[in-house]
């Protein structure tokens, strides 16, 4: 079984800390065998490679990262027949999701209307479920 990167770790390690603090839907994270990365499995029993290869660019990584997570969130909330809004915007709640990007050299959750930044990547505040889109 293949270990991934530390770097990567890092970087997957504050995108699912998000993920657990506003997505009604959680995976189970398993190490690929194939390399260094990890596949994310929904409830439903689909899965999706989350892969990265570090270029010394911390919020580049944090950002491709944080981009295949909510791919995935989005599929996975989806099929559990939630509304695919992950993470959701403060400012438009229900309307669309955050965008992640760098800005100032930090990634970023931006509202992609506005670019107003509503959080760093591993730092959205936690909601409660019933808050949840």
């Given at each position: 079984m293949s270990v991934p990167?530390?770097?990567f770790a890092e970087a997957l390690a504050a995108v699912l800390r998000d993920l657990r603090a506003q997505c009604a839907v959680q995976p189970?994270?398993?190490?690929?065998?194939?390399?260094?990365?990890v596949v994310l499995w929904a409830p439903d029993g689909s899965g999706q490679g989350v892969y990265a290869e570090p270029d010394g660019r911390s919020a580049v990584l944090l950002v491709?990262?944080?981009?295949?997570?909510q791919t995935w969130a989005v599929e996975a909330l989806w099929a559990a027949g939630e509304p695919t809004v992950w993470p959701r915007c403060p400012e438009h709640p229900g309307s669309h999701p955050l965008t992640a990007a760098v800005e100032k050299g930090a990634a970023v959750w931006v509202c992609p209307r506005t670019a107003t930044v509503a959080s760093r990547v591993?730092?959205?505040p936690t909601c409660r479920v019933g808050d949840r889109p």
């Open positions: 990167l530390p770097e189970d994270v398993v190490a690929d065998e194939d390399g260094p990365g491709d990262v944080a981009e295949q997570v591993g730092e959205l």
